[in-house]
């Protein structure tokens, strides 16, 4: 049997992280440059039903029965053969590889679980939809992130602009132009899970004020989604800018996310916002065509541990 291989790209959260936990909308766009990867290669020498896991950069090299019931690998495996209506897969050796920053905001867990589903059962020979492999990729996100919204898992799995409300059907986004975004990481690890929890204890403490925030987050999705649709993307500047005070407002941003933005900003960025959970991780800022490598190094000499550029396109993002 031939290897398999497959994969799922990283993820830019564009508008509406956070308030999409509390079922208010989010657009998200895929980030092709960067992937998570697996290769499934038949093992005929093992021992029958034996899956050994081999991810190099975490330094885990396992078989599926040593790992705990709960740990997200199992859970993906898990889910591909309850949803195959299968006991075992074949032996196999399952390579995990990533180039998706991890704990930085780019979707890096759901799109190593949207790879693993779908090399899983492609290797058995039962490609699953990629509505599939998004359900599935969303069962290891709920272990990893307690409460997750499912935005992460969509957007990888369908590897097209989403514009996502928590409980209902995906819609997908058809951009009427291109736009350029710089990316910037400031090398601050933080937890989804911990970032979430967080809000969820201050929201629990005052509802009302935290609803109303959301609410203005669910404006600025929709005003964007507007704009996404029918052109004029510079407009896009002012909405990030007016998320991202939001988003300061709920407690989620930090020094070095505000400082990677107004240093964008004052490098001549037409707006800038934290992308993700926040607390560190990653910064997206809307440049003018042609200067992306000019602000990008700018966000270098501000701290940034990590940036890149990207083109957002009608066909995806690279
Ligand atoms: O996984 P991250 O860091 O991109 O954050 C996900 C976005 C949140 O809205 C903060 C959480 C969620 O589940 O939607």
Redesign the pocket.
Known sequence: MPAIASSAPG?I?LF??????YHRP?IAVPLTGVKAKVTALADPLAPAGQVKIDAPDIHLQTTLEKLPEDDPIAIVIRGVLETLGIRSLPAVTLRITSSIPA?????S??AVAAALARAASTFVGHPLSDEQVSQIAFLA?QRL?G??????NSVVAHARPVYFI?GRAIEFLHLAEPFSLVIADTGVP?S?MD??GALRERWQADPERHEAWFDRIAEIVDRARGILENGGCAELGPLMGANHDLLRTLG?SCAELDLLVEQALRAGALGAKL????GG?NMIALVPAGDEERIAARLHESGAVWTRSTVVSPQGVK
Request: cysteine-free; aromatic content about 0%.
């Open positions: 993820k959260i509406g992280e956070h308030a999409v936990v989010a704990s930085a905001g780019l979707g867990s759901a996100e992130h409460n997750p919204s499912g935005i992460d928590r933080s989804t970032m979430v989620v992308s993700g959970a926040g991780g």
